[in-house]
Structures are given as structure tokens and as C-alpha cells.
């Protein structure tokens, strides 16, 4: 069954350097996401993609983040200059379409738990 | 900003026990979802339900929607310990962002 891959699975990181986390979505699909989760908190959106531009973003998602799909495969979450709390499980997601179009479900990758120190 | 609320956050049961798990929105929503979490891995869709008062069977789940489609419910019968995990709901929007529930945490015990 086809799935979302992520890497690293764990990043380990100092404040202030620059990441980047990889995802490969599900080869058919076209719409992008990146959510993330603190420890202890509830997951929350970051960013959707679609048509190689960012269709919607959150108050998180600020300059200091940025989405790439750099090629036909990879979709990439890049935080420029990390801080403490950027500490937390990034999860990648794609879906084939959206939810008005069919009821499409959005399929999320194992995560990747990024520790900023 | 719309606030959905799990309730409980936590549950621990016996095998064999049936558990209700509960979502609350402090406004109407469009579409929710259900998912469940396992430690280590991304949220696994289990249903998505759309119209007020719906009702949807997943095996020993059985997902119910509001009338209102403020609120949400997930009853689970006959719990087993690969039930244990994080059960979420969300709000998924038009653009596709899916708004997440706080969770509840529920575990199986043999």
C-alpha cells in the first residue's frame, strides 16, 4: 500500500541552524501538507501546497519557515534559524484531491521528531 | 478561532469494557474526522462524517454525529489492547486544513 515517507525520523539540532525536513508523498497525490505536534499538545496545521505554491499557511508558519517541492518526489518543510520551541513531531501529509471534490483523506507520514537544543 | 474539546483526555479500561469518547466544538462544523494515533506514527484516518445526526459503523466503532454538527461521539465496544492509542477528531475545512482535537488518550489493558 502506498505511503508518506519522512526523514530524518529524528533531528537533533542547535538553536539558531538551519533544517530542513524531507517527506516524500504519495506518488498520485497532488495536495501537500505539514503539520506539526509539541510534546504534549495537539497537532496543528502548518501549511498546504498545491500547483507548486503555498495555499494556505497559519500564524505559525512565519519567516522563518518555508515549503519546497524541489522536484517531482520530495516535499521539504525548512526552518531557517531554529528556536527552542520549533522542538516538536513534524508530520508531512498528502491527499489526492480535496475534500469537496470526493471526501478525500489526507495521508500522513511517520513523523519526524525534531529537538532544537 | 474554533476550540474542538476531547473528552475524557485520558481512559484507561479492562479488556471487554465499551468506552464513549467525546468531541465538542464551540461552532458548527463543516466536515469531521476521526483518526487514531499510535506512538511513533502519523494520524490514520478512520472515518469522516458529514451530515448532522449521522451515524457510521467501523467494525466494533460507532461514530455518531450531532444534530446540531457542534458535537461528536465515538462509542467503542468490546474494547481489545490494540484499541490503545490516541483518538483524535478533527474539523477538516474546505481548503483541506484539518483542525485537530485535543485527544484522548485511551488505554487497553489485558
Known amino acids: 500500500e502506498p505511503e508518506v515517507t519522512q526523514t530524518p525520523s529524528h533531528q537533533v539540532t542547535q538553536m539558531g541552524q538551519e533544517v530542513i525536513l524531507r517527506c516524500v508523498p504519495i506518488?498520485?497525490?497532488?495536495?501537500f501538507y505539514w503539520y506539526r505536534q509539541i510534546l504534549g499538545q495537539k497537532v496543528e496545521f502548518l501549511v498546504s501546497?498545491?500547483?507548486?505554491?503555498?495555499?494556505?499557511k497559519s500564524e505559525i508558519f512565519d519567516d522563518q519557515f518555508s515549503v519546497e517541492r524541489p522536484d517531482g518526489s520530495n516535499f521539504t518543510l525548512k526552518i531557517r534559524s531554529t528556536k527552542l520551541e520549533d522542538s516538536a513531531m513534524y508530520f508531512c501529509?498528502?491527499?489526492?484531491?480535496?475534500?469537496?471534490?470526493?471526501?478525500?483523506?489526507?495521508?500522513f507520514g511517520p513523523g519526524t521528531r525534531l529537538t532544537v537544543t | 478561532t474554533q476550540l474542538l474539546e476531547q473528552s475524557p483526555q485520558f481512559l484507561s479500561i479492562q479488556e471487554g469494557e465499551n468506552l464513549t469518547v467525546y468531541c465538542n466544538s464551540s461552532?458548527?462544523?463543516?466536515?469531521l474526522q476521526w483518526y487514531r494515533q499510535e506512538p511513533g506514527e502519523g494520524p490514520v484516518l478512520l472515518v469522516t462524517?458529514?451530515?448532522?445526526?449521522e451515524v457510521k459503523k467501523l467494525k466494533r466503532l460507532t461514530f455518531q454525529f450531532g444534530d446540531a454538527r457542534k458535537d461528536s461521539s465515538l462509542h467503542i465496544t468490546a474494547a481489545q489492547p490494540g484499541d490503545t492509542g490516541l483518538y483524535l477528531c478533527?474539523?477538516?475545512?474546505?481548503?483541506?486544513?484539518?483542525?485537530f482535537g485535543t485527544g484522548t488518550l485511551l488505554a487497553v489493558q489485558p
Open positions: 501529509a498528502s491527499s489526492e484531491a480535496l475534500i469537496l471534490a470526493g471526501g478525500y483523506e489526507q495521508y
Open positions: 506518488s498520485n497525490h497532488l495536495y
Open positions: 501546497f498545491y500547483n507548486n505554491e503555498i495555499s494556505e
Open positions: 461552532s458548527v462544523f463543516s466536515s
Open positions: 462524517v458529514v451530515t448532522g445526526g
Open positions: 478533527a474539523e477538516i475545512k474546505a481548503t483541506n486544513k484539518l483542525i
